[in-house]
């Protein structure tokens, strides 16, 4: 079953399990964070989850209340993609899939010859969020 | 691809909501189908020659 063919009931039940999971999964973070990392990190990865967490939640409420005339990122951020929306979600995850690999291969070039480990794996998820971000605007404008 | 789709709405008198609310898409998609930038699944385009009475041939035109 693809994304598209699931009912409206289903597409809530997927986003409520992914809300849940996502929760657990921030707080699992925070313990570990909070024994092991130094300084804030742990209340910076609290805010920052969180932050992702609520953004989720607008963008539910948001679908739920202007239904069709939300737009794209908010009808995916609140799981009720039509076919379109799912079509552009998956492209630019498969972009940004490509370009994972490929930065990942480049960044253990990089600490290969002497760049410092911390500092590339901090820059990474950067890099794949900018290509995300800059990957789905192009596709939804394309699509 | 090219197609009537914008044609048969107009003629209809439906507006770009309308036409997403019968066909269970959002306007965006809608918009994306008319102007070419967006082709539809099998299932969108037997709904869309259902919705105006019509035939996918009648609508969708192959540029090939």
Redesign the interface.
Known sequence: MTR?DRTPAQQRTAWLLGLLSGTVGLVALYAVLAVRAPGDTAAGALTGGLTVLLLACVARWRTVRRG?????VT?IGGGAL????D?VLTRTLAVVGYVAILASGIASAAVMVGADAATVVRALPFALLGTLGITFVVVDR?? | MKNEIRRLREDAGLSQ?AL??AL??????VN?LETG??D??LP?AFAVARYFRTTIEEIFHDEA
């Open positions: 598209r069709r005339t939300a737009s794209t009808r039509d076919e379109r929306d079509h394309r699509s | 909501a997403a609310e269970n898409v959002s306007r965006q998609t994306s930038r967006y539809p699944s969108l």
